[in-house]
């Protein structure tokens, strides 16, 4: 393995969605276009703005903006409830437009696709042409509204990074010659994977511009971060190649799976909560089978807002929505199980425990998570068997839900909420469809 530089070539181009939501909603819409537009999970003041197009972000509206202050700063945005389905369609009909032009090699999150380059393909005008064939395939075969940014390097961790340098539209390549001067005028916090608490690490070891950082060898570089991955950004900054290439460091087998939801206001009661809980564990145990997965837990978590003066009396906490809350959460084990009736009994045993109080009296999030998951092929089945036909029954569930959507057959438990909580999608997920629905 060499971690030399290479010639003049790109080998990674990442392309980089253009607020992707907004701009989904603009092309779906197409009297929003040129108009301030976020999208928010549920129209409520406290929420946060999950998306802005770019006329939003011109006048300070960007995601993690609370909608009250995003109304304030922007009397005429216009808010529109996010949809699961939509961004999910165009993601894949993104992909499918990219793949026209160059193979899609990886996909990091839904708004984002990366293409390795072969052979002539990474001689700088090839790849500069193989990038505009991809931003004029976006436009013809998927919406005039959807726009990317381009990035062309080395390696696929200054791709990512040169896909920020220009947005919207942008296209920038970086090459080894150029390196690493043609990074240094930009921010510690434009390096993937240096968030706010690494960026404050950074500073206490002395390290506050990005010059500084590069003013460092391969040994000063693997004592700040003590680890090989000091080793590994040196070369990548530098064009360099260590093998892995940016690409994060995935477990043999996934550990969980759930859903979480900020509820909408009249569902904020003991009620509403658990009708929307019932909700959450009906995707998550449908998601479970068509994975092909057993689980041998399950947390049951809760938040309840608090009033002024309860938030003033307790050490509460601050939801990214800005609501004061406290919270409770709890876990149960169990044998390994897959079908909804079980898990669905279990969650049952969580709930009547939770607390009572004057604190705990107004609930606004709710999420589920199954923990433990053992692959189909690793569980063993209980020695009698399935006296009760459980599996079946969820079997017939699945075939119908696939069929006609994941709601159409369901516990009784769960019909206040049957069209609530529907599914979110977050940057980092990718979208999986299950016959008719994404989830």
Same mark, same amino acid.
Not at 85 to 99: F, G, L, M, R, W
Not at 221 to 228: D, G, R
Not at 271 to 289: F, T, Y
Not at 369 to 374: D, K
């Given at each position: 393995?060499?971690?030399?530089?290479?010639?003049?070539?790109?080998?990674?181009?990442?392309?980089?969605?253009?607020?992707?939501?907004?701009?989904?909603?603009?092309?779906?819409?197409?009297?929003?276009?040129g108009k301030p537009v976020a999208v928010v999970p549920t129209m409520t003041d406290t929420t946060c703005?999950?998306?802005?197009?770019?006329?939003?972000?011109?006048?300070g509206v960007k995601t993690g903006t609370q909608v009250g202050e995003a109304k304030k700063m922007c009397?005429?945005?216009?808010?529109?409830?996010?949809?699961?389905?939509?961004?999910?369609?165009?993601?894949?009909?993104?992909?499918?437009a990219v793949e026209l032009a160059c193979h899609v090699s990886h996909n990091p999150s839904i708004d984002?696709?990366?293409?390795?380059?072969?052979?002539?393909?990474?001689?700088?005008?090839?790849?500069?042409?193989?990038?505009?064939?991809?931003?004029?395939?976006?436009?013809?075969?998927?919406?005039?509204?959807?726009?990317?940014?381009?990035?062309?390097?080395?390696?696929?961790?200054?791709?990512?990074?040169?896909?920020?340098?220009?947005?919207?539209?942008?296209?920038?390549?970086?090459?080894?010659?150029?390196?690493?001067?043609?990074?240094?005028?930009?921010?510690?916090?434009?390096?993937?994977?240096?968030?706010?608490?690494?960026?404050?690490?950074?500073?206490?070891?002395?390290?506050?511009?990005?010059?500084?950082?590069?003013?460092?060898?391969?040994?000063?570089?693997?004592?700040?971060?003590?680890?090989?991955?000091?080793?590994?950004?040196?070369?990548?900054?530098?064009?360099? *190649?260590?093998?892995?290439?940016?690409?994060?460091?995935?477990?043999?087998?996934?550990?969980?799976?759930?859903?979480?939801?900020?509820?909408?206001?009249?569902?904020?009661?003991?009620?509403?909560?658990?009708?929307?809980? *019932?909700?959450?564990?009906?995707?998550?145990?449908?998601?479970?089978?068509?994975?092909?997965?057993?689980?041998?837990?399950?947390?049951?978590?809760?938040?309840?807002?608090?009033?002024?003066?309860?938030?003033?009396?307790?050490?509460?906490?601050?939801?990214?929505?800005?609501?004061?809350?406290?919270?409770?959460?709890?876990?149960?084990?169990?044998?390994?199980?897959?079908?909804?009736?079980?898990?669905?009994?279990?969650?049952?045993?969580?709930?009547?425990?939770?607390?009572?109080?004057?604190?705990?009296?107004?609930?606004?999030?709710?999420?589920?998570?199954?923990?433990?998951?053992?692959?189909?092929?690793?569980?063993?089945?209980?020695?009698?068997?399935?006296?009760?036909?459980?599996?079946?029954?969820?079997?017939?569930?699945?075939?119908?839900?696939?069929?006609?959507?994941?709601?159409?057959?369901?516990?009784?438990?769960?019909?206040?909420?049957?069209?609530?909580?529907?599914?979110?999608?977050?940057?980092?997920?990718?979208?999986?469809?299950?016959?008719?629905?994404?989830?």
């Amino acid at each position: 393995m060499s971690f030399a530089p290479h010639p003049d070539r790109f080998t990674h181009l990442h392309i980089d969605l253009n607020s992707f939501f907004a701009s989904v909603e603009q092309q779906l819409h197409p009297e929003y276009r040129g108009k301030p537009v976020a999208v928010v999970p549920t129209m409520t003041d406290t929420t946060c703005c999950i998306a802005a197009s770019y006329e939003a972000k011109a006048l300070g509206v960007k995601t993690g903006t609370q909608v009250g202050e995003a109304k304030k700063m922007c009397p005429g945005i216009i808010l529109i409830e996010g949809s699961h389905t939509e961004y999910a369609k165009y993601s894949q009909a993104i992909n499918d437009a990219v793949e026209l032009a160059c193979h899609v090699s990886h996909n990091p999150s839904i708004d984002e696709m990366c293409c390795e380059l072969m052979g002539r393909e990474q001689e700088p005008p090839r790849a500069r042409k193989i990038a505009l064939e991809i931003k004029q395939s976006i436009y013809k075969n998927v919406g005039e509204a959807l726009r990317c940014s381009i990035g062309m390097a080395p390696n696929r961790y200054l791709a990512k990074i040169a896909s920020d340098m220009q947005k919207p539209d942008g296209l920038i390549g970086l090459l080894p010659s150029q390196l690493p001067k043609a990074i240094a005028h930009l921010d510690l916090r434009d390096l993937p994977g240096v968030g706010a608490r690494t960026e404050a690490r950074l500073h206490a070891k002395g390290i506050r511009t990005m010059e500084q950082l590069l003013a460092l060898d391969l040994n000063g570089m693997h004592k700040l971060w003590n680890s090989v991955w000091g080793d590994r950004i040196y070369h990548w900054l530098r064009g360099g *190649n260590t093998g892995d290439d940016g690409a994060p460091v995935s477990s043999d087998v996934q550990k969980s799976l759930g859903h979480s939801h900020v509820m909408a206001p009249e569902f904020r009661s003991d009620e509403g909560a658990w009708a929307v809980a *019932n909700k959450l564990l009906h995707k998550a145990a449908m998601r479970l089978r068509m994975e092909k997965f057993y689980a041998g837990s399950m947390s049951f978590v809760i938040r309840y807002q608090l009033t002024r003066e309860q938030a003033e009396q307790l050490r509460s906490k601050r939801h990214n929505s800005g609501i004061r809350h406290s919270g409770w959460g709890m876990e149960a084990r169990f044998r390994e199980s897959q079908d909804t009736l079980t898990l669905l009994e279990a969650m049952r045993g969580i709930w009547a425990q939770r607390p009572t109080g004057q604190e705990f009296q107004r609930p606004f999030f709710v999420g589920i998570t199954l923990h433990n998951l053992v692959p189909e092929n690793r569980h063993q089945e209980e020695l009698f068997g399935d006296p009760n036909n459980r599996t079946q029954l969820s079997a017939t569930m699945d075939k119908l839900n696939l069929k006609y959507g994941h709601t159409t057959l369901h516990f009784g438990s769960m019909l206040p909420a049957r069209e609530s909580a529907p599914t979110r999608i977050a940057f980092t997920q990718i979208p999986v469809q299950y016959g008719v629905d994404y989830m």
